[in-house]
């Protein structure tokens, strides 16, 4: 006898053509700009670090390989392994740190190493060595945001073992700017400068690596000086400006999140809702529940500032957000168990999209994007 498994009310509906669709417009932008400046387009570098701002990396991944990507980017070994298994061909380039015991996994499943410590290098080139290969890797300048990267100012001391080693191959050289979403900032100038005079002191070392690249998403609307041989863009790809950046790219946001009404109820003026009952209504008010909570993802402080979509209408999210369900206030509506809400995603002439959420609480949209918990479905469209 077969058993029918539940379906949770939450779920993440992925929209994949919006994904190809979006790559594909940067990609124009790109050609674009470079056939009026006469000069070749860079290089798109897809980034999907974090299962893919939490839209899921495989099929992310495989939907952006068939839409053309020729690079993919993660942030370690790890996610670059689990693309491997699900068949990506392409490369892929490892943003992190490399620990000694990762490195098996960049030569089984071919992966693109980033070097951004002397440690780092040594390490590689006595594994390549032990193998008999020349490892393609990709060096990183830290060029003032002081996390990962040999120091620009620096170099002459750290780089020429990299050089005279015959079991690395410097294929690119690259660096990540700290404000390249604020245009009021000059440490983004400051730190194209630097990468410029980092690379022309990489090749006074005796390194020559055939590409360079910086620009995310924010520095790829920004600055067209800083495309170089490629960019690397994350937040674009899924349909999400970097705030507070404008542009005039048709791009569409790639993922929905939904849920239902699953109890409506009454409460009297002066009665509190959820944990610490910090919600009164003066007047009689409905209440609806609905099942999603801050383990599905959903931030703590959206209570009281941010609303979701019913029948085509904004409702407040009231109360506290409990683990695995919020409150909303659906008073000037006729709603019953069952109702569709949107929670981000469109609903009639309304929509709610994932900056708007994120304004809503101080956040980053990113960083609502990779909270989605794991028992939230994703579903491929």
Same mark, same amino acid.
């Given at each position: 006898?077969?058993?029918?498994?539940?379906?949770?009310?939450?779920?993440?509906?992925?929209?994949?053509?919006?994904?190809?669709?979006?790559?594909?417009?940067?990609?124009?932008?790109?050609?674009?700009?470079?056939?009026?400046?006469?000069?070749?387009?860079?290089?798109?570098?897809?980034?999907?670090?974090?299962?893919? #701002?939490?839209?899921?990396?495989?099929?992310?991944?495989?939907?952006?390989?068939?839409?053309?990507?020729?690079?993919?980017?993660?942030? $370690? !070994?790890?996610?670059?392994?689990?693309?491997?298994?699900?068949?990506?061909?392409?490369?892929?380039?490892? *943003?992190?740190?490399?620990?000694?015991? =990762?490195?098996?996994?960049? *030569?089984?499943?071919?992966?693109?190493?980033?070097?951004?410590?002397?440690?780092?290098?040594?390490?590689?080139?006595?594994?390549?060595?032990?193998?008999?290969?020349?490892?393609?890797?990709?060096?990183?300048?830290?060029?003032?945001?002081?996390?990962?990267?040999?120091?620009? =100012?620096? &170099?002459?001391?750290?780089?020429?073992?990299?050089?005279?080693?015959?079991?690395?191959? !410097?294929?690119?050289?690259?660096?990540?700017?700290?404000?390249?979403?604020?245009?009021?900032?000059?440490?983004?100038?400051?730190?194209?400068?630097?990468?410029?005079?980092?690379?022309?002191?990489?090749?006074?070392? @005796?390194?020559?690596?055939?590409?360079?690249?910086?620009?995310?998403?924010?520095?790829?609307?920004?600055?067209?000086?800083?495309?170089?041989?490629?960019?690397?863009? @994350?937040?674009?790809?899924?349909?999400?400006?970097?705030?507070?950046?404008?542009?005039?790219?048709?791009?569409?946001?790639?993922?929905?999140?939904?849920?239902?009404?699953?109890?409506?109820?009454?409460?009297?003026? @002066?009665?509190?809702?959820? #944990?610490?009952?910090?919600?009164?209504?003066?007047?009689?008010?409905?209440?609806?529940?609905?099942?999603?909570?801050?383990?599905?993802?959903? =931030?703590?402080?959206?209570?009281?500032?941010?609303?979701? &979509?019913?029948?085509?209408?904004?409702?407040?999210?009231?109360?506290?957000?409990?683990?695995?369900?919020?409150?909303?206030?659906?008073?000037?509506? $006729?709603?019953?168990?069952?109702?569709?809400?949107?929670?981000?995603?469109?609903?009639?002439?309304?929509?709610?999209?994932?900056?708007?959420?994120?304004?809503?609480?101080?956040?980053?949209?990113?960083?609502?994007?990779?909270?989605?918990?794991?028992?939230? =479905?994703?579903?491929?469209?």
């Amino acid at each position: 006898m077969e058993v029918a498994i539940a379906v949770r009310h939450t779920v993440a509906r992925v929209h994949l053509p919006a994904l190809q669709a979006n790559y594909r417009t940067i990609t124009e932008l790109t050609i674009e700009a470079a056939r009026a400046s006469q000069r070749q387009p860079p290089q798109i570098i897809a980034v999907v670090k974090a299962n893919a #701002y939490g839209h899921g990396a495989t099929r992310v991944a495989g939907a952006l390989e068939a839409a053309g990507a020729s690079m993919l980017a993660c942030a $370690d !070994i790890e996610e670059g392994i689990e693309l491997r298994r699900d068949a990506i061909r392409v490369p892929i380039l490892i *943003f992190g740190a490399l620990g000694i015991s =990762d490195l098996d996994g960049v *030569f089984a499943y071919r992966l693109t190493p980033t070097i951004s410590t002397p440690t780092a290098a040594q390490n590689l080139a006595r594994a390549a060595a032990a193998r008999g290969e020349r490892l393609h890797c990709q060096l990183k300048i830290d060029t003032g945001m002081n996390r990962l990267g040999f120091r620009h =100012d620096n &170099l002459r001391r750290t780089l020429p073992a990299i050089a005279q080693s015959r079991h690395l191959a !410097i294929d690119a050289v690259y660096t990540h700017f700290a404000t390249a979403d604020d245009p009021e900032s000059g440490d983004f100038v400051c730190q194209r400068e630097r990468f410029e005079a980092a690379r022309r002191l990489v090749a006074e070392v @005796g390194l020559h690596p055939a590409k360079a690249h910086a620009a995310n998403s924010a520095a790829l609307l920004r600055d067209e000086q800083v495309w170089y041989d490629a960019v690397r863009p @994350g937040l674009l790809l899924y349909g999400v400006v970097p705030p507070p950046l404008a542009t005039t790219l048709e791009i569409a946001p790639v993922l929905s999140l939904t849920s239902r009404i699953v109890a409506v109820k009454g409460l009297r003026p @002066g009665e509190g809702v959820g #944990y610490g009952l910090r919600y009164r209504p003066e007047r009689p008010s409905t209440i609806a529940v609905v099942p999603a909570g801050y383990a599905d993802g959903l =931030d703590a402080r959206l209570a009281g500032r941010a609303s979701v &979509l019913v029948r085509g209408r904004r409702v407040p999210i009231v109360g506290a957000v409990s683990m695995d369900m919020i409150t909303i206030d659906v008073t000037a509506l $006729d709603v019953a168990p069952g109702d569709e809400v949107v929670i981000l995603g469109r609903q009639g002439a309304e929509r709610i999209d994932v900056r708007e959420m994120a304004a809503a609480v101080g956040a980053a949209p990113y960083e609502l994007l990779c909270r989605l918990g794991s028992r939230i =479905d994703r579903v491929y469209l």
